[in-house]
């Protein structure tokens, strides 16, 4: 809700509301695709994250041993780390320890 122009409270509209989210998400993941290091990176993805806006899959650093469950918010533990059948790729996999799900994410390797 917001104070409209005559000073009444107004509900958002849901669309602008999602549309503002979608932008600043596509925003917030070409970011963290072209960020010169890892540190930038993970801000980028935690920010992303953190505003709602997790629906746009951005893979984790090759790093990373731990990344937001996109199903439950919590910190999802890294669990596997395989050659990919693509030369130069690795599948890494994570999974909740509160809900359970299983994320992999295909990463080139650097």
Known sequence: MFTGENG???MQDPLRRADRYRK???????LAENASSTFLRDHYQRALFERGANYMP???SITAASVPCPQCGQ???????EPHPVSEK???TFECRECGL????????N
């Open 58 to 60: 951005v893979p984790p």
């Open 102 to 109: 299983p994320r992999t994410y295909t990463m080139k390797l």
């Open 75 to 81: 910190v999802t533990r890294i669990k596997s780390v």
């Open 90 to 92: 690795e599948s890494h």
């Open 8 to 10: 009444k409270r107004v």
């Open 24 to 30: 600043e998400a596509a925003e917030l993941s070409e």
